[in-house]
């Protein structure tokens, strides 16, 4: 039982990092001049997000997500 809590603990640590590296490879929301610059170009990628490198970014982070939230879950459990 020691051994398998290790192996989702030594998890869930890899979760996080990778959790790290995917938002910090995002690019922020800018609301500023580059924003408004880039206002028409925004309705040709808002239909392709899914394919962009962005979508496949995000996509990656809610998986993540879930899979953290369900391994933070199942560590705190009390049958360790």
């Given at each position: 039982?020691?051994?398998?809590?290790?192996?989702?603990?030594?998890?869930?640590?890899?979760?996080?990092?990778?959790?790290?590296?995917?938002?910090?490879?995002?690019?922020?929301?800018?609301?500023?001049?580059s924003g408004a610059i880039n206002g028409m170009?925004?309705?040709?990628?808002?239909?392709?997000?899914?394919?962009?490198?962005?979508?496949?970014?995000?996509?990656?982070?809610?998986?993540?997500?879930?899979?953290w939230i369900i391994l933070?879950?199942?560590?705190?459990?009390?049958?360790?």
């Amino acid at each position: 039982m020691a051994a398998l809590k290790i192996a989702i603990t030594v998890l869930f640590i890899i979760i996080c990092i990778f959790l790290s590296v995917v938002i910090l490879m995002q690019e922020g929301k800018s609301a500023g001049l580059s924003g408004a610059i880039n206002g028409m170009a925004d309705s040709y990628w808002g239909h392709n997000k899914g394919r962009s490198m962005e979508g496949k970014l995000e996509r990656l982070t809610k998986i993540g997500a879930f899979l953290w939230i369900i391994l933070a879950f199942v560590l705190n459990l009390k049958i360790w």
